[in-house]
Structure formats: structure tokens, C-alpha cells
């Protein structure tokens, strides 16, 4: 049982990331108790695989490209859209991150199929951490 109020998490990014079997341990444990977790994959193939266990949401990023500005809606626009169609027809929620740093970035996620952003680096480097996040949460 939760008790901290807690409500979901982010695993596998790829600073640190998992075996196949810990994915699949930790995902079916935690839609037994209806928490959300939010799942990273580097690329398609680990996309597919994560797929079938049900998690909340996906997100996909490009390890090269995190925290580098250079955004995976510009440098993998593509891979994006290919994302996005192997979560068709499921419940699970897509969502990309990787060099997101302004709100054409955000805009072009959703253009792209996504229903939601992962950053951090924007953030936590930004002289103006506060604007950054008005200005893409007006866009989700």
C-alpha cells in the first residue's frame, strides 16, 4: 500500500536503465496497485517490448539526444510518428523527451502524435525555470 501520496514514477531512462525482466516485475506489480509509472525506451524496438507489458505511458527518448537542445521532434521526427503508431489502439499514453527546450518543441510532440513532454534539463538549467513552464503547459 502507498501511503506518501505518491501516485506514479519514471523508470528505465537511460541513466539508468533496467533489465527486461526488473521492467516487467516493477510494471506488473504497479498496475496491481494502480500506480502509474511511466516507462522510458531508447528506441523502437525497446518500444515494442515495453508495449506488451501495459504500462501507464511510454516515453520515448533518444539517449544522444537528451540534454543537448537538439529536439527528438526535429533530429527524429520519424522514429516520433513510428512511436506513436505502435501505442495506436492501446490505452498507453505516448510521450517523447530529449532536447525539448522551448514550446515549438512541445507543439511539434503533440503534432507528432504525443499526448505529453519529459524534461528536465530545460528546466533545471533555465535562468527562468518558472516562464519555461507556462509557456509549454499552455500547450498540453
Known amino acids: 500500500m502507498i501511503t506518501a501520496g505518491v501516485k506514479g514514477s519514471i523508470l528505465n531512462h537511460s541513466e539508468h536503465k533496467l533489465k527486461f525482466d526488473e521492467i516487467k516485475q516493477t510494471v506488473k506489480r504497479c498496475n496491481e496497485m494502480n500506480f502509474k509509472l511511466v516507462i522510458c525506451a531508447s528506441n523502437l524496438t525497446e518500444v515494442k517490448k515495453i508495449a506488451k507489458l501495459r504500462p501507464y505511458a511510454i516515453a520515448f527518448e533518444d539517449p544522444k539526444l537528451i540534454s543537448t537542445g537538439n529536439s527528438i521532434t526535429e533530429y527524429k521526427s520519424v522514429d516520433v510518428k513510428k512511436f506513436v503508431g ?9 510521450l517523447c523527451g530529449a532536447g525539448i527546450t522551448k514550446g515549438e518543441d512541445v507543439a511539434a510532440a503533440l ?20 516562464g519555461f513552464l507556462k ?6
Do not use: H, K, M
Open 111 to 130: 503534432v507528432l502524435g504525443c499526448r505529453g513532454i519529459l524534461v528536465s534539463s530545460a528546466v533545471a538549467n533555465s535562468q527562468n525555470p518558472e
Open 135 to 140: 509557456e509549454i503547459g499552455g500547450l498540453i
Open 86 to 94: 505502435l501505442l495506436d489502439g492501446t490505452d498507453i499514453i505516448p
